[in-house]
């Protein structure tokens, strides 16, 4: 069945750095974009990044612009976020999207690790 496993998130103190991993199985991932999403207790889900099905392109919200790097090895099912100088506003958790690019397919979502900054 299709699985979406993050993993990496811990907590870190400000300024840190702290590296995300999506595992996907279940589905053709290069034919899938990708995307990282966040989200703190009593507010929604808030697109952090998203990239293209080769890598070619990506995205970011303003607000880890310049800080978080997003990539990913389509030989290994596998997505990244990398995400540096880390601020206490960055405290949520993290889940990946897998974003379907033809009509009829099927969206799939992880469940999320935690990322806590603070000193």
């Known amino acids: 069945q299709v699985q979406l496993v993050e993993s990496g998130g811990g907590l870190v103190q400000p300024g840190g750095s702290l590296r995300l991993s999506c595992a996907a199985s279940?589905?053709?991932?290069?034919?899938?974009?990708m995307s990282w999403y966040r989200q703190v207790p009593g507010k929604g889900r808030e697109l952090v990044a998203y990239?293209?099905?080769?890598?070619?392109?990506?995205t970011y919200a303003g607000s880890v612009k310049g800080r978080f790097n997003i990539s990913r090895d389509n030989a290994k099912n596998t997505m990244y976020l990398q995400m540096n100088s880390l601020k206490t506003e960055d405290t949520a958790v993290y889940l990946c999207?897998?974003?379907?690019?033809?009509?009829?397919?099927?969206?799939?979502w992880g469940q999320g690790t935690q990322v806590t900054v603070s000193s």
């Open positions: 279940g589905f053709t991932f290069s034919r899938y974009a």
């Open positions: 990239i293209s099905t080769s890598g070619a392109a990506t």
């Open positions: 999207k897998a974003v379907p690019l033809r009509p009829g397919e099927s969206d799939y």
